[in-house]
């Protein structure tokens, strides 16, 4: 119900800042990219715990902020690595990429260092470590809830916070959102020995609570965890994730020491759509972990689709339309599986796929997208009639995996097709 409860919150505060605008009237802000450079602080402490060897570890965040920016209320997301919970860094580059590009956009953004280490490696040392990071999460927001009633160092709006991560980054913020009570903490777990759920990491007597979560390539114990009136979550999730599975799997550390079966982006979705929680997920097809971290061209366009997404999500629930909706980000959506046949919509192709894909629609009115494996629009089709077969030519594309997005007013079909040969 608090989760509920702030949700409402987040929705009202965010569209009545101190300045009495909401952040529709201030786009571009939020929207896009408006601020040509950031200023970032480095090694901000913003706590510190034992480690898992009973070291005390300074914990320390970089703060990215928008230069020039005069708003003296923005809202913040704090995002956290990957690297499976045994190495990582907050200057690791796809953080560094996230921090920068949000800040543009008007946000403030923080990128944390938290605890690691496990052993010997096993299921309950790894489930230990998630819970010590979802402990460093908390005490990251509570710190800037405090800097908000203190100092205000970093003019950060304290009722709209967003937490998200990579890979084990997105692990805590997931589990930091929806491992919530003592009910659903793991047996293996200790709280006399490692702390309750709000953790001693530091700036005790202020709320810890996000108002939504940030998946990158992540997952969850258990997606039942996640019950209505829970904050609102965004996916984004690669089908070839060799790290992290994609649906519900075996977690691998290394690829090679079974820890436990946790749910993917995947499961996650399927699940909390049952009860129609708020929430978007991107699939990345053909894609592995990551795979919009690095320099390569690929990881480029895999960036720019992430930051689009994200985007998108983030101002949609603050009551904006985005302009650019593509890729879908602008509504709650329901994936119906990869593969799957609509009822109204199928798909065939030539025999080689080297002609053309053809689209057999019956039913409903809406919209075909196509997009590449980067995620990137590459046609669309209005389907008007009640009724309709039409063909798209493969000489238009290179050889590759496209994915065919059927909208109606209903919600998202999303279909795998292997387009040319």
Same mark, same amino acid.
Not at 147 to 169: C, E, R
Not at 179 to 192: F, G, H, K, Q
Not at 381 to 389: G, K, P, Q, Y
């Given at each position: 119900?608090?989760?509920?409860?702030? =949700?409402?919150?987040?929705?009202?505060?965010?569209?009545?800042?101190?300045?009495?605008?909401?952040?529709?009237?201030?786009? %571009?802000?939020?929207?896009?990219?408006?601020?040509?450079?950031? @200023?970032?602080?480095?090694?901000?402490?913003?706590?510190?715990?034992?480690?898992?060897?009973?070291?005390?570890?300074?914990?320390?965040?970089?703060?990215?902020?928008?230069?020039?920016?005069?708003?003296?209320?923005?809202?913040?997301?704090?995002?956290?690595?990957?690297?499976? *919970?045994?190495?990582?860094?907050?200057?690791?580059? @796809?953080? /560094?990429?996230?921090?920068?590009?949000?800040?543009?956009?008007?946000?403030?953004?923080?990128?944390?260092?938290?605890?690691?280490?496990? *052993? %010997?490696?096993?299921?309950?040392?790894?489930?230990?470590?998630?819970?010590?990071?979802?402990?460093?999460?908390?005490?990251?927001?509570?710190?800037?809830?405090?800097?908000?009633?203190?100092?205000?160092?970093?003019?950060? @709006?304290?009722?709209?916070?967003?937490?998200?991560?990579?890979?084990?980054?997105?692990?805590?913020?997931?589990?930091?959102?929806?491992?919530?009570?003592?009910?659903?903490?793991?047996?293996?777990?200790?709280?006399?020995?490692?702390?309750?759920?709000?953790?001693?990491?530091?700036?005790?007597?202020?709320?810890?609570?996000?108002?939504?979560?940030?998946?990158?390539?992540?997952?969850?114990?258990?997606?039942?965890?996640?019950?209505?009136?829970?904050?609102?979550?965004?996916?984004?999730?690669?089908?070839? @994730?060799?790290?992290?599975?994609?649906?519900?799997?075996?977690?691998?550390?290394?690829? /090679?020491?079974?820890?436990?079966?946790?749910?993917?982006?995947?499961?996650?979705?399927?699940?909390?759509?049952?009860?129609?929680? %708020?929430?978007?997920?991107?699939?990345?097809?053909?894609?592995?972990?990551?795979?919009?971290?690095?320099?390569?061209?690929?990881?480029?366009?895999?960036?720019?689709?992430?930051?689009?997404?994200?985007?998108?999500?983030?101002?949609?629930?603050?009551?904006? /339309?985005?302009?650019?909706?593509?890729?879908? =980000?602008?509504?709650?959506?329901?994936?119906?599986?990869?593969?799957?046949?609509?009822?109204?919509?199928?798909?065939?192709?030539?025999? %080689?796929?080297?002609?053309?894909?053809?689209?057999?629609?019956?039913?409903?009115?809406?919209?075909?997208?196509?997009?590449?494996?980067?995620?990137?629009?590459?046609?669309?089709?209005?389907?008007?009639?009640?009724?309709?077969? *039409?063909?798209?030519?493969?000489?238009?594309?290179?050889?590759?995996?496209?994915?065919?997005?059927?909208?109606?007013?209903?919600?998202?079909? /999303?279909?795998?097709?292997?387009?040319?040969?």
């Amino acid at each position: 119900m608090k989760n509920l409860l702030l =949700a409402v919150l987040f929705l009202t505060s965010f569209n009545s800042y101190s300045q009495s605008s909401s952040p529709c009237s201030l786009w %571009p802000r939020y929207d896009q990219e408006i601020f040509p450079s950031v @200023d970032t602080t480095y090694n901000v402490i913003y706590g510190s715990n034992s480690d898992y060897q009973g070291v005390n570890q300074i914990l320390k965040m970089d703060i990215y902020q928008p230069s020039g920016d005069t708003l003296s209320q923005r809202p913040l997301i704090i995002f956290a690595h990957g690297g499976s *919970f045994v190495a990582g860094d907050k200057a690791n580059t @796809d953080q /560094i990429n996230l921090c920068t590009h949000f800040a543009k956009r008007g946000y403030v953004t923080a990128t944390i260092n938290y605890r690691l280490g496990m *052993f %010997p490696i096993n299921g309950a040392t790894a489930t230990d470590a998630v819970y010590r990071a979802c402990q460093d999460m908390k005490a990251a927001i509570r710190f800037f809830r405090k800097d908000a009633a203190t100092t205000n160092l970093y003019n950060v @709006d304290p009722t709209v916070i967003f937490i998200g991560g990579t890979s084990a980054g997105a692990f805590t913020a997931l589990h930091t959102a929806y491992m919530n009570t003592y009910a659903e903490l793991p047996a293996t777990i200790d709280t006399s020995v490692i702390g309750n759920l709000e953790g001693n990491s530091g700036n005790p007597g202020y709320s810890s609570e996000a108002n939504a979560v940030i998946n990158l390539c992540g997952a969850l114990g258990e997606s039942s965890w996640i019950v209505p009136g829970d904050i609102p979550l965004c996916s984004m999730h690669g089908t070839a @994730d060799g790290t992290v599975p994609y649906s519900s799997q075996m977690l691998y550390l290394f690829g /090679i020491v079974p820890i436990m079966v946790v749910d993917g982006s995947y499961a996650i979705h399927n699940y909390i759509n049952t009860f129609s929680h %708020p929430a978007t997920m991107y699939t990345w097809y053909g894609a592995d972990h990551v795979p919009y971290d690095g320099g390569t061209a690929s990881a480029i366009a895999y960036l720019d689709t992430t930051l689009r997404f994200v985007s998108n999500f983030l101002y949609t629930y603050s009551g904006c /339309i985005p302009s650019d909706p593509n890729p879908l =980000a602008n509504t709650v959506y329901t994936t119906t599986g990869i593969g799957s046949q609509s009822a109204a919509l199928s798909v065939t192709a030539s025999s %080689p796929a080297s002609d053309f894909i053809r689209l057999n629609h019956v039913g409903e009115k809406g919209i075909v997208r196509v997009y590449d494996e980067a995620g990137r629009k590459v046609t669309s089709l209005a389907v008007d009639n009640a009724s309709e077969t *039409f063909n798209i030519s493969c000489s238009n594309y290179q050889n590759g995996i496209y994915a065919v997005h059927y909208e109606t007013v209903k919600g998202v079909e /999303i279909l795998k097709v292997v387009v040319c040969h």
